[in-house]
């Protein structure tokens, strides 16, 4: 009897997944109210949205073009992203929200939750206190119909994973051709740094984030100068080298956490995020001075 309720216990363990996101709805996602259609081509969602990614996987599920866009947002004013009910949010940890306008290939931080990303404090344990976050989106964000917000997430308590969701945006209102931020970070994944468990440690990590270079996206068709960080390359050249960075203005996210002085370290994710079928191509050295 008692392995039976072992086994059913897992099996809802299971089901219930990790955290994920419910608004805007993640593509592929089978979850939310008002799903946009499959590509074409595409036969079923993926039912698996709430699980990491896998280690040597893509960060994404695919690079086809989504045919319609989840929700409209306005730049200049605050956006809501909101996640499902019942997953087991791992203590919290690190979370990052990002625009991208090559479909992931570069991204952009707008907003961050540093520590305790689900959380209103240090916590242990896998229930949630918060399942929504909302930030304003900045005036500048260039306007496109096929923006890309990708919400990334690095758990502080269990098996070290990395988790991400992205929705196709349509972004109106804004008043820039380009947007300068952080540069995403990637952990926990292959070819990139491991952010050990935290053990009570919330700092554990953070220099990846604090130390992140900037770069500039620029949505097609606009007349800003385009991408000016660091650049993986795709799979057809993924010998090549990234250029160096340039330094452009920064336009930081906010930091929405505990107070809490970040730590001084050396170490810099100097990649960007890659194409989401290629493999993934070999970090260069990090910049001597991060933009």
Known sequence: MLFKVAILAALISSVAGHMAMSEPCPRFSPNCANKPPLPAGVSDYDYSIKSPVPYDGPLMKSNIPWPESATTWTAGQPATVKFQPGGA?????????????????????????????????????????????????????????????????????????????????????????????????????????????????????????????????????????????????????NNAQPSAPAAPTSSAPAYDSATMAAPTASATLAAAVPAYHARIAPIPAPPTKCA
């Open 89 to 237: 949010a791992h203590g919290g940890g690190h979370c990052q929200f990002s625009i991208s306008y090559d479909n992931g290939k570069t991204a952009a931080v707008v907003h961050e939750v540093l520590q305790h990303c689900f959380f209103s404090g240090a916590s242990g344990g896998n229930g949630a206190d918060i399942f929504e976050y909302t930030f304003p989106l900045p005036a500048t964000m260039p306007s496109s119909d096929n923006a890309l917000l990708i919400w990334t997430w690095v758990n502080a308590v269990g098996n070290r994973e990395f988790y991400a969701n992205s929705a196709t945006l349509k972004i109106v209102g804004g008043t820039g051709n380009s947007y300068t931020g952080k540069q995403m970070t990637i952990a926990n994944h292959a070819g990139y740094e491991t952010i050990p468990e935290f053990s009570g440690n919330y700092a554990t990590g953070l220099q990846l984030y604090t130390n992140a270079p900037n770069i500039t996206i620029t949505a097609p068709g606009s007349s800003g100068a385009g991408y000016t960080g660091e650049q993986v390359a795709s799979a057809s050249t």
